[in-house]
């Protein structure tokens, strides 16, 4: 039982200490080789998501 119990708190832990939130980095949008526009056309990467969210929601709607 001690067993058990050691190797639960200690499964606990390690879950614990390896939680958090992942993050990556932006991947980047090369015109050139050499020549990242990442910076430049990130902003617009999101657009054709969000017009389309409207569109998406009332597909999920009439699908049930």
Request: hydrophobic share 55%.
């Amino acid at each position: 039982m001690k067993k058990v119990l050691t190797v639960g708190l200690l499964s606990a832990a390690l879950l614990a200490a390896g939680a958090g939130v992942a993050a990556a980095d932006p991947l980047p949008i090369w015109a050139l080789p050499g020549l990242d526009v990442g910076s430049l056309l990130g902003p617009t990467v999101p657009v054709p998501t969000q017009v389309l969210a409207p569109i998406d929601g009332l597909l999920k709607l009439i699908s049930g």
